[in-house]
């Protein structure tokens, strides 16, 4: 009698640790229809070196110092690294005391776990950044046989709509756009989970609440770090809420259907003055060419929301 074939979700994070790539983490370490296989990180909040440090305190926050987290790149492919220290702080997890690693640093570049994860894999991978694309466009270009091993990006990133690093980007794409682009024109099944997706499921000062009372440790990290992340959409947005951008995207990756999406032809800007690292959505056809991305344009907030207290309650204080 063969065994019962392996139906969780072969997973690899690319992350910027980063507030709400920690959410991410702790979805994608807890959730048992995934099987977390590796986190690399990138710079991206902030530096390379920080993003990584923080997504192995994450791992060891949420019990799960098994899974091998490399370093990639510290910067885009072009130009210079922009950070996002006003929403982040100046470790990129400001606001809560979390543990130091359990588990070194993989001794790998990250974009070298990624390939040999998704090689080494034995059923195509989804692939999850919740970042700028730079690790993820490298391992495409250095290891062709990747387009066959993996069976969908989910990323976060992007907006069809209006930016929010620049009026016309998305802080992810905008980083590295060539990235980006490079990603976009590689073939592969891509849902892009935008900017007008994640402004649709805003948590609010109540979800902190249930949160902070799962209890320590993870409750109670979770919720501080909350507290901080708040604070910047509260001063920059009008809405009330704060969204978990990366959270998201996690969330498709494992409950497949929760954004729905639409297929377009999509264009990363890397020459406009004012629009590098726009996500250019052909919404209505009017390029008349086939569609390279499936477009997130909207999100059930009620399910997501319902998935996130599922989760993130496994991890209630023993
Ligand atoms: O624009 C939001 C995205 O940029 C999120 O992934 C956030 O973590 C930052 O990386
Ligand atoms: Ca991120």
């Known amino acids: 009698m063969g065994s019962k074939p392996d139906e969780r979700v072969p ?74 220290e006003e929403v982040h702080g100046s470790t990129g997890l400001d606001g809560a005391d979390l543990p130091e690693p359990a588990l070194e640093l993989d001794s790998r570049h990250g974009v070298d776990l990624i390939i040999e994860t998704v090689l080494g894999a034995s059923r195509p991978v989804v692939l999850v950044p919740t970042a700028p694309l730079t690790n ?38 905008f980083v590295d756009p060539e990235a980006a682009a490079m990603v976009f024109s590689a073939g592969i099944p891509l849902t892009m989970v935008g900017l007008d997706v994640t402004h ?60 729905r999406t639409l297929p377009m032809a999509v264009e990363v800007e890397t020459a406009g003055r004012w629009t590098r690292g726009r996500t250019v959505c052909d919404r209505w056809g009017v390029w008349e060419r086939e569609p390279n991305v499936q477009v997130g344009v909207s999100i059930d907030r009620a399910a997501f929301m319902a998935y996130l207290r599922q989760i993130l309650a496994r991890y209630r204080r023993a």
């Open 200 to 259: 649709q499921a805003l948590l609010e000062e109540v979800d902190i609440a249930w949160i902070r009372a799962l209890g320590a440790p993870v409750g109670t990290a979770v919720a501080d770090l909350l507290d901080f992340y708040r604070g910047f959409h509260r001063r920059r947005y009008a809405f009330s809420g704060f969204p978990l951008h990366d959270a998201c995207a996690v969330a498709e990756a494992l409950r497949p259907g929760l954004v």
């Open 136 to 173: 993820v466009a490298v391992a495409l270009r250095k290891e062709p046989r990747l387009k066959g091993r993996i069976a969908r990006i989910v990323w976060m990133g992007g907006a069809a709509g209006e930016g929010n690093v620049t009026p016309a980007a998305e802080f992810n794409a």
């Open 11 to 84: 997973l690899i994070l690319d992350c910027d640790p980063g507030h709400d790539d920690a959410v991410a983490i702790l979805l994608a370490a807890a959730d048992p229809a995934a099987e977390l296989l590796a986190v690399t990180a990138v710079a991206g909040n902030q530096t390379v070196d920080k993003t990584s440090y923080n997504a192995r305190r994450v791992l060891t926050l949420a019990g799960r110092k098994d899974v091998p987290v490399a370093a990639g790149f510290a910067g885009p492919l072009v130009g210079e690294l922009a950070t996002a």
